[in-house]
């Protein structure tokens, strides 16, 4: 079942390709700009890219890939099966357009991919399920 989008809407495909885009960006810690100079485009055409708003043609994806160092397959990891993705984790599969994992929200968050790389360097299990606990009360909430 596909929804219609309206004449400006960027394409749930694009937008995740910019998620995945985003992402390796802040866990290599590079700048917009820089990304834009090593590809050649201004930072906010970068930005246009992460939100989806302007495509990544073919040659400029395999270029991204480079620079990010990652496989042109990262980029379409975890893409929901209704706009032809495949994969075999049902678990990093989006339910809809309006329904992404929680995992993917909190890595694209601003403090995300930060606080994951800061959490995993704690190698004491007690002092990490700490960490969780405080994060927990300060949330709201007291889930598993």
Do not use: C
Request: no cysteine.
């Amino acid at each position: 079942m596909t929804e219609k989008l309206g004449p400006r809407s960027p394409n749930p495909v694009d937008v995740h390709v910019g998620a995945r885009v985003r992402l390796r960006r802040k866990i290599l810690r590079m700048s917009q700009e820089k990304l834009g100079e090593q590809l050649g485009v201004t930072f906010q055409q970068v930005q246009k890219y992460e939100r989806g708003a302007n495509r990544i043609g073919a040659s400029r994806l395999w270029k991204l890939s480079e620079v990010l160092d990652v496989p042109v397959g990262f980029f379409y990891d975890g893409l929901s099966t209704e706009y032809g993705g495949q994969s075999d984790n049902p678990a990093l599969l989006s339910e809809g357009p309006d329904q992404s994992p929680i995992v993917y929200d909190f890595i694209n968050s601003t403090d995300g991919v930060s606080l994951a790389k800061a959490v995993l360097k704690i190698k004491n299990k007690a002092v990490r399920r700490q960490i969780l606990e405080l994060a927990r009360s300060l949330g709201g909430s007291e889930e598993e």
